[in-house]
């Protein structure tokens, strides 16, 4: 493994270092434990590491409220998310995936940017912020701004829609529903073991009930069953409008079938397409028939 | 941290169990590397190599971290803790080494610095919340479980380790 390195510590610094590099082979850095990895594997030649951990810049690294929303800097490490009250309180299918991902040491530096920008069809933080619909900052190399919805950030396995002198700044929850009286929010993951595996299948679902028990908001995607974390669209349109507490059996069934047609696994050493689709099948009607937490 | 002139390297300094050191590091150097080759100390063990197994496990400003995957150069400025910096000026153990060979936690050894230092970590965390807490709390068994899931031991099947874990928090933290 050989490369060089470049240590910008300031936003300012990321971007000059960014348009210094526009044209050459460089890959952003920030935890670096899925990066490592796969330059541990197959080492390229020329390679600069634009090394972005010692950013000083307070949003870039961490979590804050603004206007109602919550913003969350790229380099957030998945600690600081499974330790932010915020989210635990409003957003419970993040702070979950969070907390199930890889294991303590790895979630000390690994990043919700770099999770984010990995783009495996299995990445349990972009999971949660899919169910959470949540929009993605990025600043360029001359620092012009844009924004995109993560439903529209991923072009395929590991592709995304963040171009060469681009990166990443921050991202943005909405504030729940304000007539959302209890939300059922979760993180599913299923694999051989808890704690360092990949998912064979995972769900994050964030449903939003008002008082009356009416479903009035709904978000859920499921990840390692097709080449991009999915968002289940109509999935979630059917469940607007029904009452959580009287679901019928033949109504959580086409709920899940609805979450399958949007699936599309491979077989794999970790397993095969058709128990991949049958495990999302039951996942997904196991949280409407589950009783309604928090 | 300075870039040598002329080539790939940094001149790296960070506090090594509260002794500071220098050292020059490649860009691309491993701080398992480094610990190991560079300043000797091979208390830290390469497991796997890819954070899986947690043998490698060193405290980074006291929180447990995987040093294969983690590059020296961003140890600059750190304070970082092996296994060889838990033992006080008198050579005694830790109380959490202390704990482990008490109640049989011990096998082969492979993996016992990794689990000390996640172990370690963990008291860490609790010292600190407990701070500014009004009662005192411990890490449940459970919660034991989840901080160590990053360690992988293919002896002891795990009892003893987090039974040694438990009784210790219980009472240090």
Redesign the interface.
Known sequence: MNFNIEIPHSIDELVLTLNKFKNKNYRIGAGCTDLLMELKNNSASNLTIINISQVDDFNFNNVKLSNGNVDIGANTTAFKICENENILENYKTLHEAALNLASAQIRQVATIGGNICTASPSGDLICALMALKAQLYIKNSLGENREISILDFYKGVRKTDLKHGEFLSHLSLNSNNKNAFKTKSGFIKIGTRKSMECSVVSLAYHIQIDKKGNIIETGLAFGASAPIVKYATRACDFLIGKKIDSLSKTEIDTFAKLVVEYASPIDDIRATAWYRKQVLFNISKSILEKNIEK | ?VKIKGT?K?KISFLLNQTKVEVIV???A?LLDVLREDLNLTGTKPGC????C?AC?VL?NG????SC???A??ADGKEITTIEGLVNNESELDPIQNTLIENGAVQCGFCTSGMVM?IK?LQNYYISKNKSAKTKIAPTNQEIK??????LCRCTGYVKIIEAAEKLLTEKV
């Open positions: 941290m790939n940094y490649k860009a691309s491993i190599n890819e954070g899986e947690g496990t980074i929180a447990a971290v995987n995957l983690y590059l150069v961003n996640s970590s989840k901080w160590l899931e990053g360690n």
